[in-house]
Each structure stands twice: as C-alpha cells, then as structure tokens.
C-alpha cells in the first residue's frame, strides 16, 4: 500500500491526535508520539528525532513518502 502525503498530513491533523510508527525501506522505524513532532511535505517528511520535554527536536530526518513502507498506530497508555 502506497502511503500518501494528503493521508499523513491528515493523520497529523486528528483530533484527537493518536501517536503512530512510520516503518520505512530500511527496516528503521520512527514514532511520531505529538503533531510537532513531523512535517508533511509533497514528497517527504521531516521527522523530529530526540523531542525534549517541549517537542524541540535535537535533529531531524528526512525521509521521502514513497520510502514509507507501513504506517502502524502506537498503543497509548489507558488512564487509571
């Protein structure tokens, strides 16, 4: 399945937003855990790697759309 930039850039916009792993070409996998942490281009994304406690990442990634292999939900912790 052929992963588009319209349905990350959806993903990102959810209200509520629902953290999810992006699994690319390479076996590497990236998680997306709040909407700071990416940005949606046409034909790629930048991901944040190393979110500090205010979502400023340490660095980013790149990665082109047509590398992401799958897009998976991370379960999130049920409140008590």
Known sequence: MIISAIELKKRMEAQPFKPFRICI???????ITNYD????????V???IDLD?????????ECAI??????EDIAT????
Do not use: Q, W
Not at 25 to 31: A, I, N, Q, S, V
Not at 77 to 80: I, V
């Open 25 to 31: 070409t390479d076996g590497k996998t990236y998680d």
């Open 37 to 44: 942490a990416m940005f949606v281009k046409r034909n790629c």
């Open 46 to 48: 930048e991901i944040g």
């Open 53 to 61: 406690p205010h979502s400023l990442a340490e660095h980013f990634v």
């Open 66 to 71: 047509i590398h992401i292999t799958r897009v």
């Open 77 to 80: 912790p049920k409140a008590a």
